[in-house]
T-cell receptor, first 114, second 114 residues
Framework: DQQVKQNSPSLSVQEGRISILNCDYTNSMFDYFLWYKKYPAEGPTFLISISSIKDKNEDGRFTVFLNKSAKHLSLHIVPSQPGDSAVYFCAAISSGGGADGLTFGKGTHLIIQP | EPEVTQTPSHQVTQMGQEVILRCVPISNHLYFYWYRQILGQKVEFLVSFYNNEISEKSEIFDDQFSVERPDGSNFTLKIRSTKLEDSAMYFC????????????FGAGSRLTVL
């Protein structure tokens, strides 16, 4: 039962262009969404988040868009840089549930080509 | 920058053996978590811990698993009798608050059960 789905296992983007990573969720109780980035041999590191009361959150080169009606969110990286090459995990949580665990997607491996 | 540290980075064990994975969360964090990632699969929530007791656990966290905070700094995950399917990367994480707050992950401990 995949409550958080990242349907693209990998994505290749040219340096300087926009990278768009997509995520879909099925659980309507989720009200907070996060993107984590993971390099090999390291743990996931927090990148950006968005609450369900917003439809957009921007932090530098990173913007997350949330479409609640479609249960879809996306992460935009512009311009893409070589250091952005990593696995990106979408995660979701129902914030009203106390110390609940995050539900992660399977990840998308972003490859930035020079 | 404060970080979550995990030891060992890699442990190889025989099926049926007990394993203890150790974590030192960030010192002012109050909530502690274990997640795991089986190779090629998504990161999965195992357990959350607050105020010296389990707050929530997933279906994966059966009687073979236990967590402990034996002193003021360490947070351990014990697997009593390892199975082949326990082979995975185990991530410890901590956070200041519960629920939707950002987690800081450690680099992970790779467990290989032979």
């Amino acid at each position: 039962d995949q409550q958080v789905k990242q349907n693209s296992p990998s994505l290749s983007v040219q340096e300087g262009r926009i990278s768009i990573l997509n995520c879909d969720y099925t659980n309507s109780m989720f009200d907070y969404f996060l993107w984590y980035k993971k390099y090999p041999a390291e743990g996931p590191t927090f990148l950006i988040s968005i609450s369900s009361i917003k439809d957009k959150n921007e932090d530098g080169r990173f913007t997350v868009f949330l479409n609640k009606s479609a249960k879809h969110l996306s992460l935009h990286i512009v311009p893409s840089q070589p250091g952005d090459s990593a696995v990106y995990f979408c995660a979701a949580i129902s914030s009203g549930g106390g110390a609940d665990g995050l539900t992660f997607g399977k990840g998308t491996h972003l490859i930035i080509q020079p | 920058e404060p970080e979550v540290t995990q030891t060992p980075s890699h442990q190889v064990t025989q099926m049926g053996q007990e394993v203890i994975l150790r974590c030192v969360p960030i010192s002012n964090h109050l909530y502690f978590y274990w997640y795991r990632q089986i190779l090629g699969q998504k990161v999965e929530f195992l357990v959350s811990f607050y105020n010296n007791e389990i707050s929530e656990k997933s279906e994966i966290f059966d009687d073979q698993f236990s967590v402990e905070r034996p002193d003021g700094s360490n947070f351990t995950l014990k697997i009593r009798s390892t199975k082949l399917e326990d082979s995975a990367m185990y991530f410890c994480a901590s956070s200041v608050e519960s629920g939707a707050n950002v987690l800081t992950f450690g680099a992970g401990s790779r467990l290989t059960v032979l």
